[in-house]
């Protein structure tokens, strides 16, 4: 069995999904939506951060039908984030993870839930370091401009797009940061716990995330020194500006005391 996750969209909301797919939903909260295909054990999940996954739905023309009628219902961009994890059933088995994979002793949907849910946490994380990455880069670009010749790019509307840009992608990576939290069912099963805990250590959840966090801090400190940077700029401007229409009173005010002799 297959679980496939892909990262579609930041933008489509869990009502929406709900609304215009046609396959008929079994779970809906505000952070996930579950459905149910035609097939034994297939399911198909939307989380609000951007992520569908396809459980057992591995069949390479049943997947690429899938996209194409998301394509058909949403505005889907075509470069997708993408993984897989291969689920193992092992009645009577305790539950065994290793690199590729995981064990359980069931196909109940309250594993495959949880396993969905860690590997779309994944592809999530790979969008946000795909993002966060692009941020850095330009993040760079500017302070090196700062080191070598003293100004910051000349370029004010680029500049200002790109501090837009940061600060809205910032904002929505913290506002799906839930996504770390480990799910309520869970709490009450040592199993699941388990198995939680253990999936979160195989896809290196927590350690991405803090590499996460390190990058978005040093993303909002170079923007808060671009910015200050501006405001000095704009401030010695109008400085300046005030000095000259003063220099520009006075000479006015001596013009019109000086007499004029024809």
């Keep these: 069995m297959i679980i496939k996750a892909m990262h579609t969209t930041n933008k489509l909301k869990i009502k929406e999904v709900v609304k215009n797919i046609s396959y008929r939903c079994i779970f809906q909260n505000k952070y996930q939506a579950i459905f149910k295909p035609k097939g034994k054990y297939k399911y198909i999940i939307y989380y609000n951060f951007g992520v ?6 591995s069949d390479k023309t049943e997947v690429e039908e899938f996209q194409e009628y998301l394509k058909s219902k949403f505005e889907i961009c075509n470069s997708q984030i ?6 193992k059933i092992q009645p009577k088995k305790s539950i065994i993870i290793k690199d590729g994979y995981v064990s359980i002793p ?11 849910l ?3 946490e994944s592809v999530a994380l790979d969008n946000y370091e795909h993002l966060t ?28 797009k790109f501090i837009g840009f940061a600060i809205n992608t910032r904002q929505y990576i913290i506002s799906k940061l839930h996504i770390f939290n480990a799910p309520d069912d869970i709490w009450d099963d040592d199993e699941l716990q388990n198995l939680f805990n253990k999936l979160q250590s195989e896809f290196e959840i927590e350690e991405r995330f803090k590499e996460l966090s390190i990058s978005l801090q040093s993303i909002q400190q170079s923007i808060e020194i671009i ?14 500006l005030i000095i000259i229409l003063i220099a520009v009173e006075i000479v006015l005010m001596l013009a019109e005391k000086i007499p004029i002799n024809f």
């Design 118 to 120: 860690v590997v779309a």
């Design 133 to 160: 990455s692009k941020m850095l880069t330009n993040s760079i670009s500017y302070s090196q401009q700062l080191e070598l010749k003293g100004t910051y790019p000349s370029n004010i509307k680029k500049l200002l």
């Design 52 to 57: 569908f996954t396809l459980i057992n739905i």
């Design 82 to 87: 993408e993984d897989h994890y291969t689920i």
């Design 106 to 116: 069931s196909k109940h949907l309250k594993y495959l839930k949880l396993i969905s």
């Design 227 to 240: 910015v200050n940077l501006m405001q000095a700029k704009k401030s010695h401007h109008l400085e300046w």
